[in-house]
C-alpha cells in the first residue's frame, strides 16, 4: 500500500500563497490518480482537485483559477499551488490516491481574515 505524506501547510494571510506537497512511496505514483481533499471544522471532506495519470486535472469550482495541481512523477510527489487564498480555504487538507485508496495524515491550512 502506498504510503503519503503531505507537507507545506502553515498560517497565511487572506490573499496569499502556500504550495503544498505529497509525498508518495513506492515504484508506481506514475500510473496512480492523485488528488486533494479538505476538512474544514464542522464540515464534511470534500474534493479539490485531482490529477490522473496523464496529468489531466480536475478542479472544485471553489478552487478554479486560484489552485494549481502539478506532479512530478521522477519525485513521486504532487503540488498543489495555492494562491489568492481565502479564510474560507481554512481547512486540514488531506492527500489522497484513488488508485489505491491511500489517505496522508493532513496538514493544516489557515487564512486569517
Known amino acids: 500500500q502506498v504510503q503519503l505524506v503531505e507537507s507545506g501547510g502553515g498560517l497565511v ?3 496569499g500563497s502556500l504550495r503544498l506537497s505529497c509525498a508518495a512511496s513506492g515504484p ?4 496512480y ?11 464534511q ?15 472544485a469550482d ?14 513521486n510527489t ?9 479564510p474560507e480555504d481554512t481547512a486540514v487538507y488531506y492527500c489522497h490516491s484513488r488508485s489505491t ?4 495524515q493532513g496538514t493544516q491550512v ?4
Open 33 to 43: 490518480t492523485v488528488g486533494w481533499f479538505r476538512q474544514a471544522p464542522g464540515k
Open 62 to 75: 471553489s478552487v478554479k483559477g486560484r489552485f494549481t495541481l502539478s506532479r512530478d512523477n521522477a519525485k
Open 78 to 86: 504532487m503540488y498543489l499551488q495555492m494562491n489568492s487564498l481565502k
Open 13 to 15: 494571510q487572506a490573499g
Open 110 to 113: 489557515t487564512v486569517s481574515s
Open 45 to 59: 471532506r470534500e474534493l479539490v482537485a485531482f490529477i490522473t495519470s496523464y496529468g489531466s486535472t480536475n478542479y
Open 101 to 104: 485508496n491511500s489517505w496522508g
Open 28 to 31: 508506481t505514483f506514475s500510473s
